[in-house]
């Protein structure tokens, strides 16, 4: 029986080994490790890819969308629209910032957020939307910006599993008056540890939120506002640019395994794939299907040797944490269906054209 992993990273460390083992006898040589030289080569090369004026690198992507949410001075009275069935992390950056996150769900098909529900949850108090490009899949931010502007709110993307995906043209990341990115190891350009990063073309924003980002500080010793501890550090800033040379390949590699994955079980009925369109570049950071018989179908994968995941089992209204939103069960339907019937198949750099075959024969003969 084979093994197939859910995700790993040894292929991806395995093609960078040499790379690495260089740039750490640099690293140890130079002896500098907070704010040096890497981590602003790391922040100008993020940025380009982007084509976008700045980036600021920070400790992880919660600090990307709370400092995000700072540098725009959202807070206590103010609400934030954001999507209902994205990690926890979305919603606790709005939280920590005092301000109120609004849910609203996605399309079942796209696992997005659309302008017809955000519509819906538009008030006096609304002061900007998260889109998250949930999966690796861009929003439509033709449509989202176009509401954004009607309504003079703010865009902060949530571009964490979405590096490199792209939206007519343009790279997601980009879109928004600031734009919130993890580096999370796992994550599509990922780091050997935290860190996290916020893109933006306004130079004020900039300012402001390396500041908060570093004390509170711009000259040491001297601090001009409450700011906090979040610096990408240089170790995590070497492992990125290397990692972000061969980012457009990775990316490629999961979409032609994705299209494997979608001919070989087309014909399955009881299975909904990922959607696809000509205007967006999805580059599937995880390949999520539903069905209805998701928990039989997890073990029975399980049973062959090959793990898969839950994004995510449980949705954040439902989460103790958040029980002070008074979002009984029920609440956001679509939401919580697809936490009952989404299953996440493996996908990741060096999987093999065989281990997809082998995952579609075992997911074909269950439902014979």
Request: hydrophobic share 40%; glycine share 8%; net charge neutral.
């Amino acid at each position: 029986m084979k093994h197939i992993p859910f995700y790993t990273l040894v292929h991806q460390n395995r093609l960078i080994e040499s790379e690495v083992h260089s740039f750490y006898k640099d690293l140890h040589a130079d002896a500098w490790y907070i704010l040096g030289k890497r981590v602003l080569q790391f922040e100008k090369e993020y940025a380009a890819y982007h084509s976008i004026k700045h980036c600021i690198g920070v400790g992880n992507g919660l600090d990307a969308l709370i400092l995000s949410l700072r540098a725009l001075e959202i807070g206590k009275g103010d609400e934030v629209i954001v999507p209902a069935n994205s990690f926890i992390a979305t919603m606790l950056a709005v939280t920590q910032v005092g301000a109120t996150p609004i849910l609203v769900e996605p399309d079942s098909r796209t696992f997005n957020i659309t302008t017809e529900e955000i519509q819906k949850k538009i008030s006096s108090k609304t002061k900007a939307i998260i889109p998250v490009h949930l999966y690796g899949l861009p929003c439509d931010m033709d449509a989202i910006g176009a509401l954004a502007k009607k309504h003079n709110l703010d865009i902060i993307e949530d571009n964490a599993q979405a590096h490199g995906a792209m939206y007519k043209n343009q790279k997601t990341g980009s879109f928004g008056i600031v734009n919130a990115t993890s580096f999370y190891p796992v994550k599509p350009l990922g780091a050997f540890g935290d860190g996290g990063a916020v893109t933006t073309n306004d130079d004020e924003l900039n300012k402001k939120i390396r500041l908060l980002g570093n004390y509170g500080s711009a000259e040491k010793y001297y601090y001009q506002t409450v700011g906090v501890n979040s610096r990408l550090d240089e170790i995590q800033a070497g492992v990125l640019s290397i990692k972000l040379k061969y980012l457009e390949g990775w990316n490629e590699e999961r979409v032609q395994l994705a299209g494997l994955y979608a001919l070989l079980l087309k014909e399955v009925d009881a299975v909904l794939l990922p959607v696809s369109s000509s205007d967006w570049k999805h580059i599937y950071h995880q390949y999520v299907i539903q069905t209805e018989n998701r928990d039989e179908l997890k073990e029975h994968l399980a049973k062959h040797g090959i793990e898969t995941g839950i994004h995510y089992p449980v949705p954040a209204h439902l989460q103790k944490a958040y029980e002070f939103l008074n979002l009984k069960k029920g609440s956001l339907p679509i939401t919580e269906k697809l936490s009952e019937t989404i299953l996440s198949l493996p996908i990741y750099t060096g999987m093999q054209k065989s281990d997809v075959e082998y995952v579609c024969e075992v997911i074909r003969k269950f439902y014979k």
